[in-house]
């Protein structure tokens, strides 16, 4: 198991980055670490891989304790494999070459299936032999995964891994990715903006803001009951609404416009989004967001229903 224990971290004196963080993860299990830009969810990979010294707190996995640089030769625990947002794959070799760089040189044939195994994973079969510095930004994303799987970690600690994978190779190579994870026991943390990778594909997730733990909890529980606008918003858009003397938080698709209600807004204007409108309304001189099925035109008075949780 890891065991994050207050946490705290700072690049400068009197600039805390990270301060009293705390949570366990399972062997094998699944973690999000969402939250904005800025709040330290990159520096929180960096200290769990032992790129840092911490200002305060412990991490230990299995008991060990995680120590950094003052301690290691070479920084980074042997048993974990981090994969930052900038890749530092060999440029003018083979992918197939970077894959296999950690393992085996005295049993080839075992290396080469390891290997091959590995870019079936990231859907990089057709390109083993193609020299990565021809790759895309995407592509080079995906030979990192590869390399940092081909040693079996136990626990894999990722940094946005799949933002610059094009759209329609990301969910496939989500899927894949994660299920390989699972099968083989490997424990996962994920820093994203990314929902879909907390709500599809995490077991937990800690949600981070002003360098502390803002929430932490199931993916399920926190879209579901979330304990802020903040923690709403980084699933979908959110609306704040009053309703009989509390705020309550609703998302688009839980405010309908019928036929007839006592409740009225105004259309401002409507946004397409493939499988439904996205249409902004003016109710009560505050700005709301509802899902509805067709465009509706500017300035038309609607009725609305709040659907509640």
């Given amino acids: 198991m890891l065991k994050v224990r207050e946490l705290a971290f700072a690049y400068e004196p009197e600039t805390p980055v990270l301060e009293g963080i705390s949570f366990d993860l399972d062997p094998g299990a699944h973690l999000c670490v969402m939250g904005e830009s ?9 200290a769990l891989y032992g790129l840092f ?4 707190g412990e991490i230990t996995w299995k008991e060990k304790q995680v120590l950094g640089p ?30 296999s760089k950690y393992l085996s040189r005295i049993d080839m044939e075992g290396s080469e299936k390891r290997t091959q195994e590995l870019l079936e994973v990231i859907g990089m079969s057709e390109f083993a032999d193609s020299k990565v510095k021809n790759l895309s930004g995407g592509q080079k994303q995906r030979v990192a995964l590869a390399r940092a799987l081909a040693l079996n970690p136990e626990l894999l600690l990722l940094d946005e891994p799949f933002s610059q994978v094009d759209n329609f190779k990301k969910n496939s190579l989500r899927r894949t990715l994660f299920r390989y994870l699972k099968e083989h ?3 996962c943390i994920v820093a994203t903006h990314d929902s879909d990778d907390a709500l599809s594909f995490s077991d ?6 002003n360098n502390r733990v803002h929430a932490i909890g199931s993916p399920g529980d926190l879209f579901q009951n979330p304990p802020s ?6 699933f979908d858009d959110v609306n704040e609404i009053e309703k009989e003397g509390r705020k309550t938080l609703l998302y688009p698709d839980q405010i309908k416009i019928v036929h007839h209600s006592k409740v009225k807004a105004k259309v401002l204007r409507s946004y397409y989004k493939g499988t439904h409108w996205l249409v902004e309304m003016d109710f009560e001189g505050q700005v709301i967001f509802v899902n509805h099925p067709e465009e509706l035109p500017r300035e038309k008075e609607a ?6 949780r």
């Fill in 229 to 234: 606008k903040y923690v709403a918003s980084l």
């Fill in 53 to 56: 010294d911490l200002d305060a």
């Fill in 204 to 209: 937990r997730m800690v949600v981070i803001k």
């Fill in 70 to 99: 003052a301690y290691n030769l070479v920084p980074g625990m042997p048993f974990f494999k981090y994969v930052a947002q900038e890749t530092d794959l060999m440029p003018f070799t083979t992918v197939a070459d970077n894959v």
């Fill in 38 to 46: 800025g709040c330290g969810k990159s520096t929180l990979l960096k």
């Fill in 303 to 308: 009725y609305l229903e709040f659907m509640g």
């Fill in 185 to 187: 026991n490997i424990a």
